[in-house]
C-alpha cells in the first residue's frame, strides 16, 4: 500500500504545480487580450503603426497561450485520474469496499462454472482482479476467465505479466487514457462494423468534377482580383454554386459515414495514444513483442493511422459548421475530398482496426493481472505439466484478506478424486470454491493464491449453486440433473477438473445417496479430476472400492470451552463431530 501513497503524493504535488501554471497562463492570456484591445483603439485614434504591430503580437500571443493552455489542463486531467488511481488501490488494500467494474453482464447461469465460482458479479473474482477501464479491456479479461488457454500461452501469458508488474506507471498511464476514451460496446461494434464494409470513393467522373469545379472556381476568382472584370466575378459565382450542388449530391453518403463513426470519434483519439505508448514501450518479453508487432502494417505504425483518422473525423465534422461548410466546399469541395481521403484509409487500413482493438484489450486484460501480481507478490506462478499433476501448496481464496485467510496443501496426484465430508460452516463450500478459482487463474496465465502450485490445466466442471429456471419452466432438481449430464458428457471428450458439492438434494436420502455415488462412479471411469463435498458419510466408504482413485478428506470442528472452533484445516480422513446436535443442545433445541 505505501507504494500507492507515495505515488498519490508525488502526482498530487505534481497537481498542484499544474494548477500554478494553468492560473498563470490564464492571466497571461486575459492580458494579452486587454494589451490586443488597447492597442488597436490606440491605433484606430493615433494610426501609428507600433500599436497594430503590439495588436498583431498580442494576438498572437493570445493564441499560443490558448494552445498551451490547452496543453496544460489536459496534464491536469491525467494527474487528476493518476491520483484516482491510485487512491482506488489504497482504499481497495485497506478493506473499504472494491471500487473497480463487477462484470455483472458476463454472468452466466448456463456456462460450466462463471456461476457457480462467482467469476462475474459483487464481490466476484472479476470485481476483485478488474484494472480495466475500457470495453475492449473488460470483455479481453472477461473472456479470458471463461476459457482455457493452451499450455504454450499460459507460459506466454506469466511471462508477460510478470514484465508488466513492475511497469507501474506504463500500467497506470494505459488505465488512463483507457478511462479517457469513454468507449462502449456500441463504439466498439460500431467500429467493426464500419471497419468490415468497404467504403467506396467517388465514381472516376465525380473524382473528375471535384477537381476541376474547384479548379475553375479559384480561377474566376484570381482573374477577377487581377483585372476586374465583373464577368469573372459572375463566372466564379456561378462556378461557386455548381461546387455546393456538387456536394448536395454527395451530402447522404458524407453524412452516412460521419454519424457511423461520430459516436466512436472521442474513443478512436484516445485508443490512438493508447496505442502510441504501446509502441514506444521496450519489452523483453515474447508475447508483449508479439503484440506490439501487431501494431505495424505495411511498415506503417497503428498510432500514425488512428491520429490520422480521427483528423480526417474532426475536419469531416466541420460540415455541420453552415458558414464554413459553404465557403469551403464552394470554393474547393472541402468535404469532398476528406470523404474520398477517408474511404482510401478505410479500403487500406480498415481490416486491421479488430486487430489494432485487440492489442489494447490484450495489454488491458494483461495489466489486471500484472496488477494482481504486484498486489499479492506472494502468490506463484504455477509450473505446468501434461501429465495430470495438481498439487498446490498453501493454496487459499484470493478474495479473502490475507490476515484471515486459512491456506491448505492439496494434491491430486496419489488420488484423483477427492470425498469431502465436514459440518455446514466448516469450509466445504470455500475450499472447493478455492480450488476451482485457482485452476481457472492458471489456466488464463495469472498466479495462484499458493506458495507453490504445479498443474496440468484443465476446464472447469461444476455443480454447486444452480437455480429454478421459470423462462424454461425447469425445477432445481431437473436443472442439476441437465447439469451433471453435462459435466459426464464433457468428460468422454476430454479429461476435466470436476467439482461438485452436495449434489441430488432434491430427493429422499437413499435415492440421493445411490445417485451420488453412481455419479461419482462415472467421473472416475471418464478420468475425471476433482471433488465432491457431502453431508452423507456413508458416500465415503466407496473410496475401499476403489483407493487408488478415490480419497476422503475433510474439515473437522473442535469444541473449546463449549464453544464451537472452525480452524478450516484440510484434514485426512471422514468428518466426526456433529455440529448440529452440539449447537441444538447449546440452543435448548432439543
Known sequence: ??????????????????????????????????????????????????????????LIGFFILVKVHGKMLWKVKVKQELIAINQREIDFLSGKGIPFGHGEEY????????????????????????????YIGKKALAESLLGLLPNSRIVATQEAVKELSPKMAFRQDISVLAKFADDSKSDYDFLLQWGEHTGKQSSAGMLIL??????????????????????????????????????????????????????AHLALKHYGLIIEMIEKETFSCPELNRQKALLTY?????????????????KLNHINNGVAAIVLNGLYLCHLHLFNSLMKWKKLYASQIAVWLGVIGEFE????????????????????????????KDLGHPLIPARSRVCNDVGFVDHKFIILTGSNMAGKSTFLRTVGVNMVLAGA???????????????????????????????????????????????????CFVILDEILKGTNSEDK????????????????IGAIATHDLKICDTTADYPSYLTNKCFEVHVVNDELVFDYKLTDGVCKNKSATFLMKKMKII
Open 513 to 528: 445417496r445411490t445417485g451420488t455415488v453412481e455419479i461419482v462412479k462415472q467421473v472416475m471411469l471418464r478420468g475425471g
Open 1 to 58: 500500500m505505501n507504494v500507492y501513497t507515495d505515488l498519490k503524493e508525488l502526482h498530487s504535488t505534481a497537481h498542484r504545480a499544474l494548477l500554478k501554471r494553468c492560473n498563470a497562463i490564464g492571466s497571461l492570456r486575459l492580458l494579452m487580450i486587454i494589451v490586443s484591445l488597447l492597442s488597436l483603439i490606440a491605433y484606430v485614434k493615433t494610426k501609428g503603426d507600433v500599436f497594430m504591430i503590439v495588436f498583431v503580437l498580442a
Open 107 to 134: 454472468s452466466d447461469a448456463a456456462h460450466p462454472y462463471s456461476f457457480d465460482l462467482d467469476i462475474f458479479g459483487k464481490n466476484s473474482l472479476f470485481h476483485f482482479l478488474n484494472r480495466t477501464q475500457s
Open 365 to 392: 486484460k494483461l495489466n489486471s493481472y500484472a496488477n494482481f501480481s504486484f498486489n499479492n507478490p506472494d502468490f506463484a506462478y504455477p509450473e505446468l505439466n501434461t501429465g495430470f499433476k495438481l498439487k498446490f
Open 445 to 495: 496465465g495469472s498466479p495462484v493464491c499458493a506458495t507453490s502450485a504445479e498443474v496440468h490445466p484443465l476446464h472447469v466442471l461444476v455443480s454447486m449453486r444452480l437455480s429454478d429456471s421459470l423462462h424454461e419452466n425447469e425445477s432445481y432438481f431437473f436443472a442439476e440433473i441437465k447439469r451433471l449430464k453435462e459435466i459426464l458428457d464433457t468428460l468422454k471428450e476430454e479429461v
Open 298 to 314: 505495411k511498415g506503417i505504425q497503428a498510432s500514425a493511422q488512428l491520429k490520422y483518422l480521427a483528423g480526417l473525423l474532426d
Open 210 to 263: 471535384s477537381y476541376v469545379f474547384p479548379f475553375i472556381t479559384l480561377s474566376f476568382i484570381v482573374l477577377y482580383a487581377v483585372t476586374g472584370n465583373d464577368l469573372f466575378y459572375h463566372l466564379a459565382s456561378l462556378s461557386f454554386m455548381v461546387n455546393l450542388f456538387i456536394l448536395y449530391l454527395n451530402y447522404n453518403k458524407i453524412r452516412k459515414e460521419i454519424r457511423t463513426l461520430e459516436k
